[in-house]
């Protein structure tokens, strides 16, 4: 039932390892998003896909890649983990409606610790 | 550049009335959400606002001023449950559905 999933849900992993997050939707939207907050809770968005396609790309390192196999999945894989990578990751989905109205539907977070 | 505020918390007391207020200066407005993120819990949706004027939704109400770049969101009869954190966010026109978060208002309800 559950309509945006997210894999896994702790990450606590060293300094300069590379780590994967997955994440699935099962609502069917054409939107997948991926977003970090950090620990003043400011959530901020890092990339977005429409049908597998890149079209938000905010001002992230590229160690940070995004690979979207298909429109319902979106994962994250993060190369050189640094201490300030250290955040909660969001993976959120929207219906494409042409602009206006898509409310995002997010997952539960996926909490990374690098130490 | 774009930019949103909102307080950074508030107190009430349960079975009263808060108002939680946003403002916010961004280009190609497209629509104002809320949305309410208990502590370690994803965020959840409450509310949309595009046009000017009051969304009621049982409890929660939203208001809009376009012209003012501000909104506020309404929680009547307040419940200890509805101690959250409550994000504003705002859709940019043309920017491919992106939405802004103001950094959240935290709610503490007490009884």
């Known amino acids: 039932d559950t309509a945006v999933s997210q894999t896994p849900k702790y990450l606590v992993t060293q300094m300069g390892n590379d780590k994967s997050i997955k994440c699935e939707q099962n609502?069917?939207?054409?939107?997948m998003y991926w977003y970090k907050q950090d620990s003043k809770k400011f959530l901020k968005i890092m990339f977005s896909?429409?049908?597998?396609?890149?079209?938000i790309n905010e001002t992230v390192p590229n160690r940070f890649s995004p690979k979207s196999p298909d429109k319902a999945h979106l994962n994250l894989h993060i190369n050189s983990l640094e201490l300030g990578d250290s955040a909660v990751y969001f993976c959120?989905?929207?219906?494409?409606?042409?602009?206006?109205?898509?409310?995002?539907?997010f997952g539960p977070g996926t909490r990374l610790l690098v130490l | 550049g774009q930019n949103i505020d909102q307080p950074t918390e508030m107190t009430a007391t349960e079975g009263a009335i808060v108002q939680i207020n946003c403002t916010y200066q961004t280009s190609g407005f497209n629509g104002l959400f809320w949305y309410q993120q208990h502590a370690g819990e994803a965020p959840t949706f409450l509310s949309y606002n595009v046009l000017d004027g009051l969304e009621e939704k049982g409890r929660f109400s939203s208001f809009l001023s376009r012209s003012k770049g501000y909104s506020y969101l309404l929680l009547k009869e307040l419940q200890m449950k509805d101690s959250a954190s409550y994000l504003c966010a705002v859709s940019l026109r043309g920017s491919s559905y992106k939405l802004i978060f103001g950094s959240g208002t935290r709610l503490l309800v007490r009884p």
């Open positions: 896909y429409n049908n597998k396609e890149l079209i």
């Open positions: 609502l069917g939207h054409d939107t």
């Open positions: 959120a989905s929207s219906q494409q409606k042409g602009g206006a109205g898509e409310t995002q539907y």
